[in-house]
């Protein structure tokens, strides 16, 4: 793939979002893919594998890090706000749809958005609400946050982890000052946010080849936002927008049980669900065939509705 690293405007003009723009051979204007990360994501981590297919596929893929994270600008570090982020891809879709530098490479009347895990509630959301959207990808995503840390934690587990988020806020309000919690790892040794134990060893396996930036914690504001998180209200309004959603059959983190009722609930005719066997969330992070699979349901979605049925 030809690869661009890329710089532009958050709607806070001060901190900058950098990005990597992959494109197909040959002459554009492309059709393009706007791609953010989910929990703790860096933009080298696992976006570009999918990526190498989209390309292919003839969709050139906007691969960005969020404020906050990566290369991006933003305070404090690995502060994760899912409603600041929807901001950080509306700004993208600004980018390819306003920005001298991409005229006569990316077509800005061919955007699509495509996210995985948290991303892909993202990804639904701003298909929902901006309407230079022509196309979504979601790849198992989170739904309702609280729910899905619920569940994931157990009764007694999200009990600890409520503590925790609670004594946090009233030491961030005394001090001024953010703590942070580990993104997964052992919760019978400490609080995490996702108490998987396949999590971490993936990460960082990703960390120590491909994504040195990945930092694998967060602020514990993070979480409490999260628990506001839920993209229910906003699949009534995909009336038109083709919409691809990728869930794992079985997925205990982001929990396919109202994965797929969400699914369900999006109105527009121009829709897929496909449910992947034999995988895993963390497999199609780690395991190529299984992210080729889920990555080749996303390049040929894009490819028909950005390219075949324009």
Not at 76 to 92: F, N, V
Not at 131 to 143: A, D, E, G
Not at 179 to 198: A, M, Q
Not at 247 to 253: I, N, P, R
Request: hydrophobic share 35%; aromatic share 10%; net charge negative.
């Amino acid at each position: 793939m030809n690869k661009m690293e890329i710089e532009f405007n958050s709607e806070v003009p001060s901190e900058k979002i950098r990005a990597d723009l992959y494109t197909p051979e040959g002459k554009g204007p492309w059709p393009v893919v706007v791609m953010g990360g989910g929990w703790c994501y860096v933009k080298e981590l696992a976006q570009p594998e999918y990526a190498k297919y989209i390309v292919r596929a003839g969709v050139a893929a906007l691969v960005f890090d969020y404020r906050h994270c990566g290369a991006s600008d933003g305070e404090p570090r690995q502060h994760l706000d899912p409603w600041k982020q929807i901001a950080d891809y509306r700004s993208a879709i600004d980018a390819v749809s306003y920005d001298e530098r991409f005229k006569g490479i990316l077509d800005p009347e061919r955007i699509g958005v495509w996210g995985i895990s948290y991303s892909g509630g993202h990804s639904l959301i701003v298909g929902a609400i901006d309407w230079r959207v022509k196309c979504i990808v979601s790849h198992l995503p989170v739904i309702d946050g609280w729910y899905s840390q619920m569940r994931d934690h157990g009764t007694v587990g999200f009990r600890e982890i409520t503590a925790f988020v609670q004594e946090e806020r009233r030491l961030r309000y005394l001090t001024g000052k953010h703590r942070t919690i580990p993104h997964s790892g052992d919760p019978k040794k400490e609080i995490v946010n996702w108490p998987h134990p396949e999590t971490k060893p993936v990460f960082m396996k990703i960390k120590e080849t491909v994504a040195p930036r990945h930092e694998h914690y967060s602020t514990i504001a993070s979480t409490e936002l999260l628990w506001t998180y839920n993209v229910h209200p906003y699949l009534p309004r995909i009336l038109d927008t083709p919409t691809l959603m990728v869930v794992a059959q079985g997925d205990d983190l982001t929990s396919w049980e109202i994965e797929i009722p969400a699914f369900n609930e999006i109105p527009t005719t121009k829709k897929k669900l496909f449910v992947q066997g034999k995988s895993t969330h963390m497999s199609v992070y780690d395991n190529l065939d299984h992210l080729g699979i889920a990555a080749t349901e996303a390049a040929n979605w894009l490819r028909q509705w950005l390219i075949e049925e324009k």
